[in-house]
């Protein structure tokens, strides 16, 4: 089952996985966009947040157990509706998360820079971005070397 309302339970695997803390965000405010994935238990088994930082730039943080959440259908839908508000789509990944670089790479991000400490104050990251006519889940066109293998324990922050 997805969801798109926000959940304490995804703020919870969000911090277990990623060390990222949003505990005591409002997530239905506008500023965030929220997407949840729970298995057959009804436990989460992904969670996205998108915070618009700017009028003009979501800012993505998410994580999945599933390999089965990637699916292009329901990543399509993410991505329409993040562009809907959103001419830009930030991720920061940290360098050594190969499966989450080749992932975002797949789907269209590009790599725009290195930062030190920008995430969570605490540790280094890459600056990956995507545009509308980068992203290659919004066409028709297959990413180049899909493979649900990248998956499980996706961390972008």
């Known amino acids: ?40 238990l009804g436990r989460v088994s992904g969670a996205l947040v998108a915070e618009f930082k700017t009028p003009f730039d979501a800012h993505l943080t998410m994580a999945a157990d599933d390999v089965h959440l990637g699916s292009r259908k329901l990543l399509r839908l993410i991505f329409r509706v993040l562009f809907t508000r959103a001419k830009r789509v930030t ?9 989450c670089i080749d992932l975002a790479t797949r789907i269209g991000f590009q790599r725009e820079g290195f930062a030190r400490r920008i995430i969570d104050g605490q540790r280094d990251g890459l600056i990956y971005g995507l545009l509308p006519e980068d992203c290659r889940v919004l066409f028709n066109a297959k990413p180049r070397n ?10 972008v922050v």
Do not use: Q, W
């Not at 339970?9 to 239905?28: C, E, Q, T």
């Open 1 to 40: 089952m997805i969801s798109f309302a926000p959940d304490p339970s995804a703020v919870k695997f969000l911090y277990d996985r990623l060390g990222v803390d949003f505990s005591g965000v409002d997530l239905g405010h506008d500023k965030y966009f929220c997407c949840t994935a729970y298995d057959d």
């Open 91 to 99: 991720a920061l990944i940290e360098p050594t998360n190969t499966h």
């Open 146 to 155: 899909v493979s649900r293998e990248t998956l499980p324990r996706l961390r």
